[in-house]
């Protein structure tokens, strides 16, 4: 597995289930001089079930990576090789690592990556939503106006949208997705991989009927939007709300509605527009 520079491996570990391990990832961690782990423990750990010892661990998570540089590129000065995973998946996939592969890459080290699973992939094929394109956000911005931009810009290209989300977040972010997205399909895949793997069924309109007792890791697929003909009222105004916090002009708003709605021209929308606005100033 070595080659004949120093190499960083970039080495996709299972979500859950042991068994989804490749023989060439096997073989590429028991062979690497050094493993960067995003928990040393929980990598620890998986090492010992694989039957693997004696290896050097170094922590590499989101609050230490920058300053680690240094001492990962010294490490390759050295003609040595590394393996990097992150505590489940494919690393990079929302996880640490990023900066590493390109802090290698303009060093000259040869960044080689070891494909396996990966949460965002394995949601899209067990879940029967529209699989591509697809806009994968990682884990949402935790402050709500945050969030809900987020939603409105990925929510214009018309794809499927993946992210991860905390199960003490689900709720209230499925609701923000509904206020921004409209009413869409969705899928809940919950512990993918694992024994109780689940995947929960629904539309964003339907939202308080999310359980809040759900548990375990949880990757959340929005479908596309759904033709169901002329956009409500209804529909428009909760729209104009959420546009309305950008702070654009009227005209700019009443575009960008026109531009994701059925049945509605940009002239109809900016008169709302214009209704809501003076409802707000004299209230």
């Not at 080290?109 to 899209?124: F, K, R, Y």
């Not at 339907?206 to 033709?227: A, F, M, Q």
């Not at 209804?234 to 700019?252: A, N, P, Q, Y």
Request: with cysteine.
């Amino acid at each position: 597995m070595h080659s004949t520079s120093p190499t960083l491996w970039v080495v996709a570990t299972p979500l859950g289930n042991l068994g989804d391990i490749s023989q060439r990832a096997k073989d590429v961690l028991a062979s690497a001089d050094l493993i960067f782990a995003e928990d040393t423990r929980r990598t620890g750990k998986l090492f010992q079930s694989l039957g693997i010892s004696g290896k050097r661990f170094v922590s590499l998570h989101e609050h230490n990576e920058e300053k680690r540089l240094d001492l990962v590129l010294a490490h390759f000065d050295e003609g040595k090789d590394a393996a990097m995973v992150s505590d489940a998946g494919t690393p990079l996939m929302s996880d640490p690592g990023y900066r590493v592969v390109r802090a290698c890459r303009e060093h000259g080290v040869l960044v080689v990556p070891v494909p396996g699973p990966s949460a965002p992939v394995t949601a899209l094929s067990g879940c029967g939503l529209p699989p591509y394109p697809f806009s994968f956000l990682g884990f949402l911005p935790r402050k709500e106006g945050q969030m809900r931009k987020l939603f409105d810009v990925y929510g214009q290209t018309g794809a499927t949208i993946v992210f991860f989300e905390r199960k003490s977040r689900l709720r209230e972010t499925m609701h923000q997705a509904y206020e921004v997205l409209g009413n869409r399909e969705f899928a809940i895949c919950r512990e993918l991989t694992k024994d109780y793997e689940e995947f929960i069924y629904g539309n964003l309109a339907e939202w308080e009927d999310i359980s809040e007792e759900l548990r375990g890791e949880i990757t959340v697929v929005v479908g596309p939007p759904v033709n169901n003909g002329p956009a409500t009222e209804e529909c428009i105004l909760r729209m104009i709300d959420t546009e309305m916090m950008s702070g654009e002009k009227t005209k700019v708003i009443a575009r960008r509605i026109a531009e994701k709605v059925e049945g509605w021209t940009a002239k109809a929308v900016y008169e709302k527009v214009s209704e809501r606005k003076k409802g707000l100033s004299e209230s």
